[in-house]
């Protein structure tokens, strides 16, 4: 059995560790600075961190990446359209990689980055996904299209309901009031808001979430629900728009939330 907790990294970021306490060996995933890797490692002697996964480029994902693998020798794994350092093995959709035993799938999930990855885990039902879908959000579209960032979010959607979703920054509060504003009727979020509220006045982590919970409260994965496609009628004035149309919609007004 893997047993993954978070690792706090910078203001918000979680570095993802993935623990097989029989073989005494782990994972990381997104290891944008160095230090609380090391700091884990060095309170838990004996453990070797065989492994480095990588989602995408962006500097708080990869920043501690050279100084571990330097120190550890652990293989570097990462999008194979993006540039990652020390990365090892280049990643493309379709691949197949072993990780602690546990055969991942990668899909590439552009939109945020052009080369963004994300790790699968069918059996287990568990989802590395980065910072395409955040727990009540999505990415930015620092370099993708809203049409490339709808296609990898409907695809992580379709993924099985239980599947848990292990995005990379605490984003979840903030994501949700954004939600409300879009769906003050919707009562899951209500109920969710408020629990992530609580969690998060005593300190506790709000992740993973779940893709269930993700198509009930999420409106970035809700552009062809009723409900949103008439809030971005009555901001954007009445017309006809594409499911990709709303959400594009919906990714600007957050820009500026």
């Known amino acids: 059995m893997i047993k993954i907790d978070a690792l706090p990294a910078f203001t918000d970021n979680y570095i993802w560790l993935l623990q097989d306490a029989e ?17 884990w490692l060095a309170a838990n002697p004996g453990w070797q961190l065989s492994d480095i996964l990588i989602t995408h480029h962006h500097f708080d994902h ?25 990365r090892d093995l280049p990643l493309r959709d379709g691949d197949l990689v072993e990780i602690l035993g546990y055969s991942f799938d990668v899909v590439e999930v552009p939109g945020h980055t052009l080369g963004h990855i994300a790790y699968i885990q069918p059996e287990q039902h568990w989802l590395f996904c ?49 939600a409300a504003a879009v769906e003050p009727e919707n009562p899951e979020i209500s109920q969710r808001v408020e629990q992530v509220s609580q969690w998060r006045e005593i300190g506790q982590i ?31 004035g ?14 600007a007004w957050k820009d500026h939330f």
């Open 23 to 39: 073989q005494r060996r782990c994972a990381v995933v997104d290891p944008g600075d160095a230090a609380p890797v090391e700091a």
């Open 62 to 86: 990869v920043g501690g990446v050279e100084r571990l693998k330097a120190v550890t020798g652990a293989r570097v794994l990462g999008p194979a359209n993006e540039k990652i350092p020390a």
């Open 130 to 178: 980065g910072d395409t879908l955040f727990a009540g959000g999505c990415g930015r579209l620092f370099e993708g299209t809203p049409e490339q960032m709808h296609a990898s979010l409907s695809r992580l959607a379709a993924l099985p309901e239980q599947t848990q979703v292990f995005c990379t920054h605490e984003y979840t509060l903030s994501n949700l009031r954004f």
């Open 206 to 236: 709000s992740l993973p979430s779940s893709i269930g919970l993700e198509r009930a409260t999420n409106p970035f994965l809700r552009s062809a629900e009723p409900s949103v496609i008439a809030c971005i009628a009555g901001r954007e």
């Open 238 to 251: 009445p017309a006809s728009r594409s499911p990709v149309e709303v959400f594009a919609a919906l990714r």
